[in-house]
């Protein structure tokens, strides 16, 4: 049972337009959502998180917005750029637990920018 | 280090073998976590550590599966008597403790293995 799921394997988009990447999840007691990026070879960095208790966080071209109701968050990347190429995932953390940082992945979305 | 350091970096080997990953977390982290990623798949939790111990092993997918930690730092990952479907890049993350404000993991950059 996918508890986070991204349902785009993959997006291609033109550089300098936004890329939106979607993700849903199942679990109403996730209270932690984060995206990572992951270059080929490379392990996931982390890119942007945001709390249950907002519903847009905003980094730079970055921005995550949490609709709670739906269950679903998404990435809005604006403007696109070549070097944005790469597998995006998503993930989900409880934070009030004991046990760590377990994070909860998405199966990734595949992002091609295209000059 | 300054980052999270995993080896081998790749691994091919037979079925039936036994293999074993090691990675030395970030200095001062004494969370660490395993995960695997499938070909095509997201990544897969298999076990977390605080400290030397492991309150969380529920992703181990068999009992072929093991992972020690020593003196709260490098930590082994031991797969007996390897399968076809255990091949997988394994990556290895430390975050602070006990629970990072963030949730931010840091990754290695992976071990990848394949049964042949």
């Known amino acids: 049972d996918q508890q986070v799921k991204q349902n785009s394997p993959s997006l291609s988009v033109q550089e300098g337009r936004i890329s939106i990447l979607n993700c849903d999840y199942t679990n109403s007691m996730f209270d932690y959502f984060l995206w990572y990026k992951k270059y080929p070879a490379e392990g996931p960095t982390f890119l942007i998180s945001i709390s249950s208790i907002k519903d847009k966080n905003e980094d730079g071209r970055f921005t995550v917005f949490l609709n709670k109701s739906a269950k679903h968050l998404s990435l809005h990347i604006v403007p696109s750029q070549p070097g944005d190429s790469a597998v995006y995932f998503c993930?989900?953390?409880?934070?009030?637990?004991?046990?760590?940082?377990?994070?909860?992945f998405g199966g990734g979305t595949r992002v091609l920018v295209k000059p | 280090g300054a980052g999270v350091s995993q080896s081998p970096s790749n691994k091919v080997t037979e079925k039936g073998k036994d293999v074993e990953l090691r990675c030395d977390p970030i200095s001062g982290h004494t969370a660490l976590y395993w995960y695997r990623q499938s070909l095509g798949q997201g990544l897969e939790f298999l076990i977390y550590?605080?400290?030397?111990?492991?309150?969380?092993k529920s992703g181990l997918p068999s009992d072929r599966f093991s992972a020690e930690r020593t003196g709260g730092s490098v930590s082994t990952l031991t797969i007996q008597r390897t399968q076809q479907e255990d091949s997988a890049v394994y990556l290895c993350a430390s975050s602070l403790t006990p629970i990072s404000d963030t949730g931010e993991l840091f990754f290695g950059e992976g071990s990848r293995l394949t049964v042949l």
């Open positions: 993930a989900a953390d409880l934070l009030l637990k004991a046990a760590g940082n377990k994070l909860t």
């Open positions: 550590f605080q400290g030397n111990s492991a309150p969380d």
